[in-house]
């Protein structure tokens, strides 16, 4: 019995896939040999398309010419699958991100909402309590301009105001006519 060496020839191949043969006798001196390339890490179902490839021929030519005929199309097919297979692990990979990107976007936009609507709700509470002549509390409720310095200029003139009616500086204009609405109302 003669030695072969057709599993070192396979083992030499470049492939990182599946080679699944099937042998048919056709004819008494004709064998069919069909070779199909697996990946069972490819997730893509275009790798189902793939069909086997075939060689025919008397045993002889298939002793001299089989690893000849299949090393082009099963190292073709190897890189095709590897290439489906990191393709998809990459469409993964950035609709992954993309989630993440909307999911961080989303997030972002929620706490901005909470933020515009925690300043609305400040805003409103300050001038309720403006109306009911109550402008100590009214300053204390406004929002800190730190915490909103896209709007600090209307945060800084309402404090103003609330401080006039609370704190009257003492060399404005508003101070003397309080001082002598003040006398004159001990005077009577």
């Not at 989303?106 to 925690?118: A, C, F, I, L, V």
């Not at 730190?146 to 204009?173: N, W």
Request: include cysteine.
């Amino acid at each position: 019995m003669e030695a072969t060496n057709f599993f070192r020839q396979i083992s030499q191949m470049e492939m990182n896939s599946k080679l699944m043969l099937t042998i048919t006798k056709a004819t008494e001196s004709t064998i069919i040999v069909s070779i199909l390339v697996e990946n069972d890490s490819c997730g893509d179902k275009a790798k189902n398309l793939i069909p086997p490839f075939n060689l025919k021929g008397t045993p002889e030519e298939l002793d001299e010419g089989f690893f000849a005929h299949i090393k082009q199309p099963v190292r073709t097919a190897t890189g095709l699958l590897s290439n489906l297979e990191n393709f998809m692990k990459q469409v993964e990979l950035a609709q992954a991100n993309s989630a993440m990107e909307k999911e961080k976007s989303t997030k972002e936009q929620k706490d901005k909402d909470s933020k515009n609507r925690k300043y609305s709700e400040a805003m409103l509470k300050a001038d309720a309590l403006v109306k009911e002549g109550k402008y100590k509390e009214a300053w204390t409720a406004l929002p800190k301009v730190g915490d909103y310095p896209e709007h600090s200029e209307e945060i800084k003139k309402k404090q103003e105001i609330c401080e006039r009616q609370f704190a009257p500086s003492l060399f404005s204009d508003d101070a003397q006519e309080t001082a002598e609405i003040t006398e004159i109302t001990q005077d009577e």
